[in-house]
T-cell receptor, first 114, second 116 residues
Framework: GESVGLHLPTLSVQEGDNSIINCAYS??????FIWYKQESGKGPQFIID?????DKRQGQRVTVLLNKTVKHLSLQIAATQPGDSAVYFC?????????????FGGGTRVLVKP | NAGVTQTPKFQVLKTGQSMTLQCAQD?????MYWYRQDPGMGLRLIYY???????DKGEVPNGYNVSRLNKREFSLRLESAAPSQTSVYFC???????????????FGPGTRLTVT
């Protein structure tokens, strides 16, 4: 079936280094791809999104790359900080016609070492 | 704005008991969603309501019912709880003039449910 998944379940990063979190998806018809951050005991929080007709989008310290050829999505975090420690999920949005439903991947835990 | 609020925060049920999880949002969002998150996994959509007065099944609707009481409130009911329904339940909302985009979902803090 359609799915969004992740390659790495846990990523340990030295404070100040860059982090790269990867995600593979299988549904070519999705309108948007979104990254969420979930801290322990909290609900997911929107980080950044990218429309399916784009291949790169930058935010504050974060960059999302979309490679439609290989159906791959990545989140890059620059100068990783202790506050970046969390679980990161990619999700695909199937568009307004489908109720803007999200399909989530399994998550990657990022641990920032001081 | 309080955003998305959920009650209760924690609940323990015995198998066969029923309960309703409450969710409310004060952002004037049109769409609301219920997800469950099992340990070490992503979120799976149970039910959603694209607009007031409508509800639709998501990926894992069996064993649940929902009610979109009004634009603000969307409740999730477990009629006969089973141990397989032990999970963390998240409510989310999207769509409206206060959101950056129509599809960005805002999540509540979750309800941790244990069924013994």
């Amino acid at each position: 079936g359609e799915s969004v998944g992740l390659h790495l379940p846990t990523l340990s990063v030295q404070e100040g280094d860059n982090s790269i979190i990867n995600c593979a998806y299988s549904n070519s018809a999705s309108d948007y791809f979104i990254w969420y951050k979930q801290e322990s005991g909290k609900g997911p929080q929107f980080i950044i999104d990218i429309r399916s007709n784009m291949d790169k989008r930058q935010g504050q310290r974060v960059t999302v790359l979309l490679n439609k050829t290989v159906k791959h999505l990545s989140l890059q975090i620059a100068a990783t900080q202790p506050g970046d420690s969390a679980v990161y999920f990619c999700a695909e949005n199937k568009g307004r016609a489908a109720g803007n439903k999200l399909t989530f991947g399994g998550g990657t835990r990022v641990l920032v070492k001081p | 704005n309080a955003g998305v609020t959920q009650t209760p925060k924690f609940q323990v049920l015995k198998t066969g008991q029923s309960m309703t999880l409450q969710c409310a949002q004060d952002m004037n969002h049109n769409s609301m969603y219920w997800y469950r998150q099992d340990p070490g996994m992503g979120l799976r959509l149970i039910y959603y309501s694209a607009s007031e007065g409508t509800t639709d099944k998501g990926e894992v609707p069996n064993g649940y019912n929902v009610s979109r009481l009004n634009k603000r409130e969307f409740s999730l009911r477990l009629e006969s709880a089973a141990p397989s329904q032990t999970s963390v339940y998240f409510c989310a909302s999207s769509g409206g003039t206060l959101t950056r985009t129509s599809y960005e979902q805002y999540f509540g803090p979750g309800t941790r449910l244990t069924v013994t």
